[in-house]
Nanobody, 126 residues
Framework: QVQLVESGGGLVQAGGSLRLSCAAS????????MGWFRQAPGKEREFVAA????????RYANSVNGRFTISRDNTKNTVYLQMNSLKPEDTAVYYC???????????????????WGQGTQVTVSS
């Protein structure tokens, strides 16, 4: 059974930084692309960042490009999201997800991800 567990969320002031982690188990982590999404109250879940199965390719939403960095450590079965220069509009529940197919590219569509974590809250105060 695939499990994804996010951690690292919290409350931070605008301009601050946080690093989210997502630990995966239940399948060969290194074979699957991973993604981060977020959902603010009253809004749809939106794409944040993705990384392909090997870590050699990444993709970002325009709103976070240049501020956030996605990375993965296949020896630890973990994907990270380093968030810098945080803004109040980054406030949301952040979810990690794993691709439905092996050896995939970094994807921005939530419909291509098969498994999801429970989410971690990020709150940025102004």
């Amino acid at each position: 059974q695939v499990q994804l567990v996010e951690s690292g969320g919290g409350l931070v002031q605008a301009g601050g930084s946080l690093r989210l982690s997502c630990a995966a188990s239940g399948r060969t982590f290194s074979s699957y692309a991973m993604g981060w999404f977020r959902q603010a109250p009253g809004k749809e879940r939106e794409f944040v960042a993705a990384i392909n199965w090997s870590g050699g390719s990444t993709r970002y939403a325009n709103s976070v490009n240049g501020r956030f960095t996605i990375s993965r450590d296949n020896t630890k079965n973990t994907v990270y999201l380093q968030m810098n220069s945080l803004k109040p509009e980054d406030t949301a529940v952040y979810y990690c997800a794993t691709d439905s197919a092996r050896y995939g590219v970094a994807k921005s569509s939530r419909y291509e991800y098969a498994y999801w974590g429970q989410g971690t809250q990020v709150t940025v105060s102004s």
